[in-house]
């Protein structure tokens, strides 16, 4: 017997050992780490060991009720928040870069999936869970090895502020319905509808349920939401959402005992056997159709995740003085989703709220956000029996209170008041949270942010410069103008796609004098050429010479002389006609230029003049 074992050891190592090969081939032209976990392992002991269990306790009171609120949120079975819960955080951790990062289900994209799945009630939300989280975590996992998350510092902060502001009040006023004990229709009493995905429809609705109101669900949600406020003002280290929501269960099963009705979550009771969801069926017919449907959302859903797990690593490195590295955890976000697509219910996303009470709780190692899963998915596999006595008033107003909670005031004021473009990214972005659906409106903040950022960088200035009779280029007198015969025009500033209609409508408007003959464009501080702009070079330089006048180039640096060259822009202007930039004497591919335009118009003592923009601003 001991033979066979022995081979079989054998081939077990071999096999492992080659796939441990491969794994690292595959990952040898990226800077992507295949298992930084095994950082967390090097002096591992006693201490640390109950550092990180007495912190995955802590985050486990947190998580569980909370990840069942976010089910609830997103109008899911409560079991699979926990079950997200568990799968995210023992899978992510392994690849994550951030010692105190928990993954799982958060506020901003469960409502996302509820809004998307409102307006489509025909598509059976549960049955296509697996697949759009499938979607998601794939475009996460190509997205870290594309390194796409190198761009979210070019999406603005104040689109997640106005988002998340937005997501919230429209949780809450989804929520109140519960907390009112009223349900909430599409149709009126009178045939009118009512667009339960927008804020004032959900408000108009509100007020006329009004009288519709139950005083148990109002008594059971005014003392839910009264504990969990005592218990966060006098005891801030106990885990006031759990106690709250354990207090709030037992007074409903006392008030049920005494004849009266409260509404629970009587049909949520489950077993463990009911844990995973439906496998998605690649092979099934209905397939090409269902990722056409989801494809969008899971690109928003995906999107949504990277910004929210970007923020929240940066946001805890600043505390905690560690290096991340964001496309790794974006590959460990999508890894996780992955296994949350088979083993869950719903799309992970890194958590703030969890992720900072397990780095406050002492956690040392990324095995601490691991122990939490064990956790949680201990309380996924006892706790079904136990919610159908969770009454729904309740769990609405600790969901309210979380939501809350995202609506940071602070935050908020330096959006609106910073820079009149904030302003105004704020303020389309949470509009558009507020009326239109999730997946669309935060892509609505990221356009608007982007727009207003290529008007502001799309605005190259042209600065009057002259030679003084020191011999040096400097900026030049205002009021001693002549008719120029040359005219030097220094460009100040980007000239990509979105500058070069500004670019070429300011040269034109210097072509305007008669007399001029040669215009010396100077390029040293101008930057970013793209394809748009040499057109619009290439444009004007065929204008110039098809009215008997040329262009010179002065003072490329390499970056933009290689555009020119690349795009044959150099062979249209000619050689002889560009003068490269120097760092050691700036001003000398001016003054040779100057000369060379000088020849080009047979004289020595060529009447000089620099262009001056009255509208151009210092730089």
Known sequence: MSAPKKSLLHEIKVATRQAWDELRQFFSGSTLDPFPLRRAFKGYGKKTFIADAKAAVNTALLDIPQSMAYAAVAGLPLQFGPTCSAAAAL????????????????????FMIFSYFAAYPQLNRIALMPLLIFLVGALLVMGAFFRVADLAQYISRTVVVAYVTGAALLIMANQAANVLGVNLVAIGPEGERFNLRTLPGLLYQLVLSLRETQWESLVIATLTAGIYIMVRRWRPKWPALALALVL????????????????????SAFTWRDLLPPFPDFASTKFLADFNQLFGLAVAVAFLAMLESSAMGKTLASRTGQR????????????????????????????????????????????????????CLIGAMTLGPVLSHVPRAGLAVLIIC?????????????????????????FVTLVATLLVPLHVAIFTGVGVSLILYLRKASQPSLVEYEFNPEGQLAEARQGARRDPSISIVHVEGELFFGAADLFRTQIQRTCSDPNLQIIVLRLKNARH?????????????????????DLIISGAMKDVYRVLKDSGLVEVIGRENIFLGSTMNPNISTRNALKRAQENLGTSDAKVHIYFDPNARPS
């Open 91 to 110: 899978t992510g951790p392994i690849l994550t870069s951030s010692r105190y990062t928990v993954l799982g289900p958060t506020n901003a994209t469960a």
């Open 248 to 267: 709030s269960s037992m007074l409903a099963v006392g008030m049920q005992h005494a004849g009266i009705h409260i509404e629970t979550f009587k049909d």
């Open 324 to 375: 991340v590295d964001s496309n790794q955890d974006m590959l460990s976000l999508g890894v996780a989703n992955l296994a949350c697509s088979y083993l869950s219910g719903m799309p992970a996303s890194g958590s703030l709220t969890r992720s900072a009470l397990n780095q406050a709780s002492g956690a040392r190692t990324a095995l601490a956000a691991m122990y939490n899963g064990v956790l």
């Open 402 to 426: 979380v939501a809350a909670s995202l609506i940071n005031r602070r935050n908020i004021r330096i959006c609106l008041f910073a820079t009149r473009s904030d302003g105004i990214v704020f």
């Open 529 to 549: 050429l793209d394809a748009t702009s040499v057109m619009a070079l290439e444009e004007l330089v065929s204008a110039l010479r098809a009215d008997g006048r």
